[in-house]
């Protein structure tokens, strides 16, 4: 079984920056997306950044700009940059990974793996 470890959550003021970190316990073979959801008290799970396993990036529409995706094959490691935090980003954020095949950040929300989460708390 794979465990994803997430860190670098942590309350911050609106306009400051994160930098999510999330580590695999192994090489997950056949994953075809690694990627971040959010999910805030009552709403729905919401795909914020994707990468496939071409190297192809995708962000939903509300964190472009403003997220960035990257991964370290060699350390397991996935990141989430996160710049000019708002309080509509305050969520547990999670690292997950899925089989499927395309627009990975809308993808990741129906995961095979996920992380325990990294709470983001942004105050105005």
């Known amino acids: 079984q794979v465990q994803l470890v997430e860190s670098g959550g942590g309350s911050v003021q609106a306009g400051g920056s994160l930098r999510l970190s999330c580590t695999a316990s192994?090489?997950?073979?056949?994953?075809?997306?690694m990627g971040w959801f959010r999910q805030a008290p009552g709403k729905e799970r919401e795909g914020v950044a994707g990468i496939r396993s071409d190297g192809i990036t995708s962000y939903a529409d509300s964190v472009k700009g403003r997220f960035t995706i990257s991964e370290d094959n060699a350390k397991n490691t996935l990141y989430l940059q996160i710049d000019s935090l708002k309080p509509e980003d305050t969520a547990m954020y999670y690292c997950?990974?899925?089989?499927?095949?395309?627009?990975?950040?809308?993808?990741?929300?129906?995961?095979?793996?996920r992380g325990q989460g990294t709470q983001v708390t942004v105050s105005s």
């Open positions: 192994r090489v997950i073979y056949g994953r075809n997306c």
């Open positions: 997950a990974a899925t089989w499927a095949w395309g627009d990975c950040a809308r993808l990741i929300v129906d995961y095979n793996y």
